[in-house]
């Protein structure tokens, strides 16, 4: 295949899943109450990474999206600890030295204890101020070492898995509490946007996106189907393009400050959502399904890529997640080809894509699935498998 340019190849993790949960963590202590398998140590990136990395270099995945723990670095409000600082500067500086840029996430689900026990982004003072201020620290003490953000991890899901019945900490199932964090969550990925471009690197959102395809006409099946579109696309997109936040359930939040906030837009992508008789079910109806539900088709990548091309059509585009979770790395293999494909042929509609990072480089903590379910293009003893070679035929391939 052809890439254009300095296309940029990558993986994705998060501290959670790779380094295990912080002890000063809202979901250490969702493990520690039986809500979650136990996360130990993670793949133990914390302790591996420069081999990680030098790993990931070799295969030609040369950007790496991490998150930095915000528990860890702050595990009691105003506290912050030296040796996790130094810690995150040292895997940073390991990630340059070995030829990966780093791209760094604030808030991939995970929350210290003491936010999420004032309220966490249920209170407006924990976004403007706390979290403002979170955002400013990350900015100052790690700026000088990130190559680019990705502020937020999917923006439109962390709301429900954690206040719509998801199971995520602190476990809620209220509508009104669903739609305040929805909204908040999205202010302040803009917010961090608008922040951390400031110190001059770029910045990617990482909406969690798929199509909704109706597989009938009925009232209730075009209700929820608009519902969906609602939610997962015309808020966050929305805010960035017009500088309007329209959450289903509040009023609308005019914010023009954040219009066009970042300089990618980023999306993960793991299936496409149909409906009928008005509930959501597997799209294509005939897909195989992964281990953790999802209809197991590719082609859907590229109606997000198009629909994100009509919608945001002045801002690039990242595949920033991509993946899928399985034990057979044929069906990997299979799944990887077909994405990359589908993406390159979304490049020659002169769709503008500028990079593709696969979820994940090495296996490590599916969160509720703990782990049993492998997403690895290297499995956790550091074997590379056939699916990583796919990657790094492509990377190889692309003109620098």
Not at 186 to 191: M, P, S, T
Request: with cysteine; glycine share 10%.
């Amino acid at each position: 295949m052809r890439w254009p340019e300095n296309f940029m190849w990558g993986t994705g993790a998060s501290s959670t899943q790779c380094e295990g949960a912080s002890p000063a963590s809202d979901w250490y202590d969702w493990e520690q109450a039986g809500h979650a398998p136990p996360s130990n140590n993670g793949n133990g990136f914390a302790t591996r990474y420069a081999h990680d990395f030098a790993l990931m270099a070799q295969l030609g995945l040369t950007h790496h999206r991490l998150s930095i723990e915000w528990a860890r670095l702050e595990p009691e409000q105003g506290v912050y600890d030296p040796e996790a600082i130094a810690h995150y500067r040292a895997v940073l500086t390991a990630a340059r030295d070995a030829g990966v840029s780093p791209w760094v996430c604030l808030h991939h689900f995970t929350l210290p204890r003491w936010f999420s026990a004032s309220g966490g982004f249920l209170v407006e003072h924990n976004r403007t101020h706390v979290w403002a201020k979170h955002v400013d620290f990350i900015a100052e003490t790690f700026g000088d070492l990130a190559a680019g953000w990705q502020p937020v991890n999917e923006t439109n899901y962390f709301a429900f898995i954690a206040y719509r019945g998801g199971g995520w900490p602190p476990g809620h199932n209220d509508d009104a509490e669903w739609a305040i964090v929805g909204e908040a969550i999205q202010l302040a990925n803009a917010e961090a946007a608008k922040r951390l471009r400031q110190t001059g690197a770029p910045v990617a959102s990482i909406f969690g996106l798929s199509t909704v395809v109706p597989h009938d006409e009925k009232p209730e099946t075009l209700a929820l189907a608009a519902q969906f579109n609602d939610v997962h696309w015309n808020a966050g997109l929305g805010l960035h393009r017009d500088g309007i936040l329209r959450v289903p359930g509040r009023d609308p939040v005019h914010r023009p400050d954040l219009a066009g906030v970042f300089d990618l837009i980023g999306l993960s992508y793991y299936s496409t959502v149909g409906v009928a008789d008005g509930r959501y079910t597997v799209h294509p109806p005939d897909a195989p399904v992964s281990p953790l539900g999802y209809g197991i088709w590719a082609d859907g990548l590229g109606l997000v890529l198009d629909r994100l091309h009509e919608m945001v059509p002045d801002t690039p585009l990242l595949v920033a997640e991509y993946g899928i979770g399985t034990n057979d790395d044929t069906v990997r293999v299979a799944y990887l080809e077909r994405g990359l494909q589908v993406t390159n042929d979304a490049i020659a509609r002169g769709v503008d894509v500028r990079g593709f990072f696969h979820w994940t480089a090495i296996d490590n903590y599916e969160w509720l699935h703990g782990y049993d379910v492998s997403f690895g293009v290297i499995d956790i003893d550091r074997n590379v498998r056939p699916s990583a070679h796919v990657l790094a035929r492509e990377a190889a391939a692309t003109p620098r």
